[in-house]
């Protein structure tokens, strides 16, 4: 299918929306991103690029752009909770030398995609925020000022809380997970290297990771409760509250706790994957189509993995429908397997019972000395998938 000339709407500036809108610029079409915000600015915290996302930033040619902002990750360590001691540590550098993990912030991840959709010719219209989204022959977005605009397909980027997503399969009630996480940034006097570190604790768990160059540690605290917060990650809360619960971890741990002078906490729930990810004229990418725990970190990396598939799938089909017919069957039951293995990477993370505890550490220990490249190799389903590869693109699943 010639994409060049198709006026393609991308409701949401996020960073799947955006590297969606990119792609299609670069195939020729006349794009649009509709965006509610004033800006398009983010003031998250880290994300971290593992090599299946990074491939598609890649083939947009932003991979120079992003390494320049980036950490590059050496290792991934596994710690124990109350004096940070070392449980195993997956040597990257040495197991997956031919693979790129990056630490970025999140505002320096949309500023490389803003600038790049802005140069390739995007039209970005700020303050649009979107009532509702009508699939058809002729689809259109209905804005909360009253206008209307059509387009030959529209993309629905826009999150968990999707309009596109509802068009196309209903509200559905999200479930809480009995999960909490709090985010924070704090400066690297530790002058802690390039290393995820996660320390591992009954019902909770503290991960961490430097950031612009080092000057950052990016903190991802999880602990599991029974109350919990409105959906979404920007809820300030008190610092004295993450330190409360966290206050028997130990050595890096604690200090960085202790510098925390800002924080937000969100509750983490669990979303079906969409059922349906098209319709006439409209597809959704993204959290829109199947929203993700932060235990892989795979959120935005399988946000690129749809956006480049999307297109793909459509310029080697004939027509919309096929294309996008192809794009579901590439993309879904992938996405079902990550969100099934961030799951269990929860549960892994948590363990209480301390003779199941004792036994789990012991075995990762053990593995680690004598099988290091196994614990680095059991993802490569996952890291080594490349939605790029113009010799499997038509066949790529899950697998």
């Known amino acids: ?22 792609a299609f610029r670069q195939r020729g079409a006349d794009v649009t991103v509709l965006e509610q ?4 600015t983010e003031v998250g915290a880290g994300l971290q690029i593992s090599p299946n996302g990074g491939m598609v930033l890649q ?4 991979a120079d752009d992003l390494a320049q902002r980036s950490v590059k990750a050496e290792t991934v360590q596994l710690r124990d909770y109350r004096r940070g001691t070392p449980v195993v540590a997956l040597d990257l550098a040495s197991h997956a030398a031919d693979q790129t993990y990056l630490f970025v912030h999140r505002a320096d991840l949309i500023d490389v995609l803003a600038l790049a959709v802005r140069k390739a010719g995007v039209h970005v219209r700020l303050l649009q925020k979107v009532d509702q989204v009508a699939p058809g022959r002729v689809p259109a977005v209905s804005l909360a000022n009253g206008a209307q605009m059509q387009a030959d ?8 809380h999707s309009k596109a997503r509802v068009a196309l399969n209903g509200e559905a009630e999200p479930q809480f997970t009995g999960q909490v996480a709090w985010r924070a940034t704090v400066p690297n006097d530790l002058e802690l290297g390039p290393h995820a570190q996660v320390f ?38 008190d610092p004295e509250a993450l330190r409360e619960v966290f206050r028997d971890f130990g050595g890096q741990a604690k200090h960085l706790l202790d510098r925390v002078d800002q924080v937000h906490l969100w509750g983490l729930f669990r979303h079906p994957v969409a059922e349906h990810w098209h319709g006439d004229g409209l597809a959704i990418l993204g959290d829109a189509a199947h929203p993700t725990l932060p235990f892989l970190a795979q959120g935005a990396n399988l946000a690129f993995e749809d956006a480049w598939t999307l297109v793909d799938s459509l310029v080697q089909a004939g027509s919309q429908a096929e294309g996008l017919e ?9 996405a079902v397997r990550v969100i099934e293995a961030a799951n269990g990477n929860a549960w892994k993370y ?33 890291y080594r998938h490349d939605v790029t590869d113009q010799r499997s693109s038509s066949t790529q699943t899950g697998t």
């Open 1 to 22: 299918m010639e994409l060049s000339g198709q006026k393609i709407i991308v409701v949401g500036a996020g960073v799947g929306g955006l590297a969606a809108a990119l």
């Open 37 to 40: 915000a004033e800006a398009i």
């Open 59 to 62: 083939a947009l040619g932003l």
């Open 153 to 160: 397909l529209i993309v629905g980027a826009d999150g968990l």
């Open 200 to 237: 591992m604790a009954p019902r909770r768990h503290l991960v961490c990771y430097p950031l612009r160059g080092g000057d950052l540690v990016n903190i991802v605290a999880v602990q599991e409760r029974a109350a919990w917060v409105a959906e979404g990650w920007n809820h300030q809360d």
């Open 326 to 334: 192809l794009y579901q069957s590439r993309r879904r039951d992938r």
């Open 350 to 382: 948590h363990l209480s019972f301390p003779p199941l505890r004792f036994a789990a550490h012991t075995a990762m220990r053990v593995i680690g000395r004598f099988a290091p490249e196994k614990m680095v190799r059991q993802f490569d389903w996952l």
